[in-house]
């Protein structure tokens, strides 16, 4: 399985995880200049990720939404209590 493939498995949670990781290694400013670009790479594909993540369950919700709104609840008229 390639690097790619793993990311796409990942769950939202997951990749906050690992952007945490990355956002601290950055954070302490000793890595060289070709570690600190490798690692604003991958936290910017994180970032891409969690918003893709984000924007299947904005749509889903949506969905469920207007699923729900077109239902109309049985009203015999009766109290069943």
């Known amino acids: 399985m390639s690097k790619a493939d ?3 498995k990942m ?3 997951q990749a906050l995880e690992q952007l945490e990781v990355v956002l601290q290694k950055l954070e302490r400013n000793d890595c ?3 570690e600190a670009m ?3 790479q991958e936290g ?3 970032v891409q990720f ?4 984000l924007q299947a369950a ?6 469920l939404l207007k699923e729900a709104a077109e239902f109309i609840p049985f009203d015999s008229g009766e109290d069943l209590a």
């Open 58 to 63: 904005e749509k889903k919700v949506s969905v």
């Open 32 to 34: 060289p200049l070709e």
């Open 38 to 40: 490798s690692l604003f």
């Open 44 to 46: 910017m594909e994180l």
């Open 6 to 8: 793993a990311k796409e």
């Open 50 to 53: 969690g918003r893709r993540k």
């Open 11 to 13: 769950s939202f949670e």
